[in-house]
Structures are given as structure tokens and as C-alpha cells.
């Protein structure tokens, strides 16, 4: 098990378009593994290469008994309009409202190198579009309104500064602590909140 750095914003490798994968190796599949790690470590419902770093066009999700390493993702078939507060893993503490499709169909490769089809609705179709977002350099915060990223950027300047070389590190633990606050916290609207 390996939890990885995080890349938050300012990071140069979150604005990068990735590159398709040409073929699904073992290092691949041990960069997915440690992808989850990082991504459960984090309480997140999502995760995408370049928030560790690295340029490979994969992503990882896992919203309610659905867990799935999307390599070479693409959406095929969209339906309806959603709202949904999105949070970003590369991006703490910082919330805003997005309007994304509200069900939709990805086609990707999986670990074992074969093509496979994935519906998602509500939060997992969420959970999707953010991480192809991050796929071709784009941020949720890019969605908001003039309005609301300035209030996200603002948001943000409070939180910078405690990311050094602009790096999230989860400490052993971090795990626990959060889902302790959520369960005390749970009337506040942060509750709420996904992290992707
Ligand atoms: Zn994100």
C-alpha cells in the first residue's frame, strides 16, 4: 500500500492534458493500487493521474459498491442536468456549485486491458465528468460563475500556505480523523461536501 503526494493548485501537472495509455502494464496496474490508497486515505470519491503527478490518461473512482480504474476514458451518451457542490482533493477546503450532466456512460479500458461501459448517475456521474475534467487540465472551479471563483480563489488563499512545493501529504491517521469530524459535524452542510 502506498498513499501518494497530492498535487494542489498552482500545480503545474493539473493543467496538463494527459496522454492516452498505449498498453496496461504492471506498473500501471500497481500506479491504479496506489491511486486508491491515496484517494481512500483522502476521503475522496475520485481521483485522477495528475493529482499524484503523473501524466497517464486513468482515473479512479469509487461512489457506493461501484469502485472502477477508468483508463482512456470517454464519455458516450449524456442525459439530463444535475447541480451538484463539488469539492476537489487538489483543491482543499474549497466548495462550489457545478451543473453537469445528471446521468452518464463512459467507455474505458480496464486493468485487464479489455474495453468496458460504466453508467453513472447522480453522484458517481458527478464523480466521472470531474475526473475526465481533470483528464484535460480542467478544475471544477473553471465551471463556476465570475462570482463564485472569485469567492473559491479567495477560499483558497486562506488554505495555500499549508501546502509546501504546492504537495498535499496524508499523514498516517488522516484517514480516521476526518470520518470522527463528519459523524460530530454531521448537521453541518460540509457534511456534504465530495472531495473528487
Ligand atoms: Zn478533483
Not at 28 to 40: G, S
Amino acid at each position: 500500500m502506498a498513499v501518494l503526494p497530492i498535487t494542489v493548485l498552482g500545480s503545474p501537472v493539473l493543467r496538463q492534458v494527459t496522454t492516452p495509455v498505449a498498453e496496461v502494464t504492471d506498473e500501471l496496474r500497481q500506479l491504479a493500487a496506489d491511486m486508491f490508497d491515496t484517494m481512500r486515505a483522502a476521503e475522496g470519491v475520485g481521483l485522477a493521474a495528475p493529482q499524484v503527478g503523473r501524466t497517464e490518461r486513468m482515473c479512479v473512482v469509487e461512489v457506493g459498491d461501484v469502485a472502477a480504474v477508468l483508463i482512456n476514458p470517454e464519455i458516450i451518451a449524456r442525459e439530463g442536468k444535475i447541480k451538484w457542490e463539488e469539492g476537489c482533493l487538489s483543491i482543499p477546503e474549497v466548495f462550489g456549485w457545478v451543473e453537469r450532466s445528471a446521468v452518464v456512460k463512459v467507455r474505458a479500458i480496464g486493468l485487464d486491458g479489455q474495453p468496458f461501459e460504466l453508467e453513472g448517475r447522480e453522484l458517481l456521474a458527478v464523480c466521472i465528468q470531474h475526473e475526465l475534467d481533470h483528464l484535460d487540465g480542467k478544475l471544477f472551479i473553471d465551471h463556476l460563475s465570475f462570482l463564485n471563483r472569485r469567492k473559491a480563489m479567495n477560499a483558497w488563499e486562506d488554505e495555500k500556505d499549508k501546502y509546501p512545493g504546492l504537495l498535499r501529504i496524508l499523514k498516517p491517521g488522516d484517514s480516521d480523523e476526518p470520518k470522527g469530524r463528519a459523524v460530530a459535524a454531521s448537521d453541518a452542510p460540509e457534511a456534504h461536501h465530495d472531495a473528487l
